[in-house]
């Protein structure tokens, strides 16, 4: 059973900084798109940042208002990707998810269709 789990999430100030870890389970960790999606309520979730877990197929990607201040990574060894987070603003506050899709590249962007597995989330709280 494939299993996607968010940790990191938490409380920051303004300008401060978070990191977000996102560990798969039950599945190939290699040759997938992985994500990293927000939510607030009442709104729909938005693709921040992906990156694919194999040896090639592209650079990570970014929302435009993520690029400079939000950077995605893994950690191969652990099965692990990360996304860190500096200079953090209230309008970043949301529920932030992980999402993989097997395949040989990332071809689905940020469309949410686009990815089978689906952590269950880690809130991000961020105060001015």
């Known amino acids: 059973q494939v299993a996607l789990m968010e940790s990191g999430g938490g409380s920051a100030q303004a300008g401060g900084s978070l990191r977000l870890s996102c560990v798969g389970s039950g599945y190939s960790y290699s040759n997938n798109c992985v994500a990293w999606f927000r939510q607030v309520p009442g709104k729909q979730r938005e693709g921040v940042a992906g990156?694919?877990?194999?040896?090639?197929?592209?650079?990570?990607f970014y929302k435009a208002s993520a690029k400079g201040r939000f950077t995605i990574s893994q950690d191969w060894s652990k099965k692990t990707v990360y996304l860190q987070m500096n200079s953090l603003q209230p309008e970043d506050t949301a529920m932030y998810y992980c999402a993989a899709e097997n395949g040989p590249y990332c071809d689905g962007g940020f469309s949410t269709r686009s990815y089978t597995y689906w952590g269950q989330g880690t809130q991000v709280t961020v105060s001015s």
């Open positions: 990156m694919y877990t194999g040896t090639s197929a592209g650079s990570p």
